[in-house]
């Protein structure tokens, strides 16, 4: 059954009476099979953190990735967002007539499908996260550095920030040079394939299946991920797997053994020197700092 009230934590506002509102998606908030009817009127932000975000825009499913943005106009089209497990998504929302009287003096500027959007036909436009969208604004919208009256300021201010990087085509002569846009590219990347390996954890690692869905060959992607992070993808992947399962250990509703095979290891003997090698201890000993 599709919802008209919001689901998840709201972060600022009520997306039913407020000018601007913002709503975070996450694991723990979303619930298998749960869909809710985004209010109409409205220019809304989904932004996909660590996992990709699932939404109809009326009979058309999509689905979009981390490491993009989707802006999405609800004023025709009846646009129904879905949260299930690994969900992890923030959404933004203005009324449209607001952003329209905020954008109008920068009209100009703003990037061809953006404008489209806000003045013209278009339903939807997707564009590119940079980097510090995920790094830092999402995470500072999250866990705002103000509280009380401030709140409203900081968030419309947030707000603006996320326009600016997201909605406007670059000066003449302020565009990347080569090896700044590849730098860039690469970042993408390697958060998509975060985002994947987060949600498959369970599943034999595959390189190359891995590879061709953020874009690229499995040589690069390996050389990529290691030059980004300082560390291999398998290795990462063996980290994340053994920081899940002790999460699971911790709740006291797994046993080594579950554990084990709830983060893809099929193998006790092969999880537990993982384990021991990330965590220092044997999991049978581990104890949550």
């Given at each position: 059954?599709i919802k ?8 600022f506002g ?9 709503l975070?998606?996450?694991t723990e908030?979303?619930r298998?099979?749960s ?14 953190v660590?996992?990709p ?6 009979e ?6 981390p490491g993009s943005v989707v802006?999405?106009?609800t004023?025709e089209?009846k ?5 299930g497990?690994?969900t992890d ?7 449209h007539?607001?952003l329209t009287?905020l ?12 404008r489209?959007?806000v003045?013209?036909p278009a ?6 996260a ?5 790094g ?8 705002p ?5 401030a709140r409203a300021?900081w968030?419309?201010?947030q707000f603006?920030?996320l326009?600016?990087?997201?909605c406007f ?9 080569f090896?700044?846009r590849?730098k860039?590219?690469?970042?993408v990347r390697?958060?998509r ?13 595959d ?10 060959s ?11 992070t300082g560390?291999?993808i398998t290795?990462?992947?063996r980290?994340?797997?053994?920081e899940?399962a ?11 053994s579950?554990a084990?095979?709830e983060?893809?290891?099929?193998s006790?003997s092969h ?8 965590k ?7 104890e949550a700092?």
């Open positions: 059954m008209s009230t919001p689901f998840g934590s709201p972060l009520d997306w039913n009476s407020s000018v601007l509102w913002a975070q998606l996450s908030e979303g298998a099979g869909q809710t009817l985004l209010p109409p009127g409205q220019v809304i932000m989904l932004i996909p660590s996992a975000l699932r939404w109809r825009e009326g058309t499913q999509r689905r979009t990735e802006i999405v106009d004023r089209a646009v129904v967002c879905e949260a497990p690994g998504a923030v959404l933004l929302g203005m009324r007539s607001s009287s954008l109008e003096p920068f009209r100009p500027g703003l990037a061809s499908g953006v489209e959007l003045y013209g339903t939807r436009a997707e564009v590119e940079r980097p510090e969208i995920l830092q604004v999402v995470p500072a919208l999250r866990q550095p103000v509280s009380g009256a300021f968030y419309e201010s603006k920030a326009l600016s990087l997201l085509v670059p000066a003449r002569g302020e565009g990347e040079f090896c700044s590849q860039r590219l690469a970042r390697v958060t394939t975060k985002a994947r390996l987060e949600a498959r954890l369970d599943e034999a690692f390189l190359n299946r891995l590879a061709a869905e953020v874009g690229c499995a040589s690069y992607l390996s050389r990529t991920f290691s030059a980004t560390m291999t290795q990462y992947l980290k994340r797997r053994v899940k002790a999460e699971l250990l911790v709740t006291g509703r797994y046993n080594v579950e084990a095979v983060v893809g290891y099929q006790l999880f537990s020197k993982a384990f021991q090698q990330v220092g201890c044997l999991p049978s000993k581990y700092a």
